[in-house]
């Protein structure tokens, strides 16, 4: 009579044991086709190439120019989808304001569900690592996994990696043909806790070689490579955690003009290239 029922707790922890390869039961597919039906909408593919632009300033700057149109298909509940156009490359669908990784990685789900083929996105950063004045761009090669999203992915390990070598040397070589922005190469520290970024931890990421401190793209690299899916990720270093006073400063037009830059030439870059098998 007094036996207790095994305790389920040990299940849980976000490092505890996953079948990391088993079917999701809930999937984007599902939950698109339900907000296709509730809000009745046409089943219209995303554009192959699409941007994640967490600050939303680009968004903004597409609005406010006249230069981005509400994309009439994309059915996820939480966001806008805009399309716009890139000289030379075609229609690019860009969504904003995903802040943090569960939902960068939600949105990347229902993207690629929706006929997306690469995605690039493009973060603030906090500085870690000194290499130059800010602002400049990082191309995260990995990002140490201070989050919780990417440990339903894969399995324990203190990075995640960017997805496709190839397709990160190949932007890396286009993005020094762009005059008038610094592009570095390295790791990041991925945080769900932004204003937990402790002097100790700080140098605790400062010893791995971290360079920059942002919120997705560790979770979003790990999606990639369980999915085999195209994503690279940058972090626009544009503070130091607002240490000194006039922090933030991003750059003309706060910073969109230089991050579509970067954008178009990793687009092009992925467009003249052969797919990696698994990868777009």
């Known amino acids: 009579m007094n036996a207790k029922p095994p305790r389920a707790e040990a299940a849980w922890p976000i490092v505890g044991v996953k079948d990391h390869k088993a079917a999701s039961v809930f999937r984007p597919e599902a939950l698109l086709r339900e907000a296709r039906r509730q809000r009745e909408l046409p089943l ?13 300033d680009v968004v903004r700057h597409l609005k406010r120019t006249g230069a981005g149109r509400v994309h009439e298909g994309w059915a996820c509940y939480h966001t806008e989808l805009l399309a716009f156009d890139f000289d030379g490359i075609g229609e690019v669908g860009i969504v904003g304001c995903a802040v943090g990784a569960p939902f960068a990685v939600l949105i990347a789900e229902q ?12 973060t603030s950063a906090g500085q870690i690592t000194p290499i130059g004045p800010t602002p400049y761009f990082v191309l995260i090669e990995r990002a140490l996994r201070d989050e919780g999203t990417s440990y339903h992915y894969l399995p324990p390990a203190t990075f995640a990696e960017a997805p496709d070598s190839k397709l990160l040397n190949r932007a890396e070589q286009a993005l020094r043909g762009l005059t008038g922005i610094s592009v570095h190469r ?9 204003y937990r970024e402790t002097e100790a931890a700080i140098a605790s990421a400062r010893d791995l070689g ?11 690299y790990a999606f990639a490579n369980a999915r085999g899916q195209s994503v690279i990720c940058f972090a626009h270093v544009t503070n130091a955690m607002a240490q000194v006073e006039g922090d933030f400063e991003k750059g003309e037009a706060d910073g969109t003009i230089a991050t579509l830059a970067v954008v178009a030439a990793v687009v ?7 797919r990696t098998p698994g990868f777009g």
């Open 111 to 122: 993207l690629f569900a929706s006929g997306c083929r690469l995605l690039v996105s493009v």
């Open 44 to 56: 219209v593919a995303v554009p192959e190439i699409c941007v994640l632009d967490p600050d939303g």
């Open 186 to 194: 390295g790791p990041t520290w991925t945080t769900d806790a932004p």
């Open 210 to 220: 971290v360079l920059a401190v942002e919120m997705e793209a560790a979770a979003l």
């Open 268 to 274: 092009r870059a992925w467009s003249a290239s052969p």
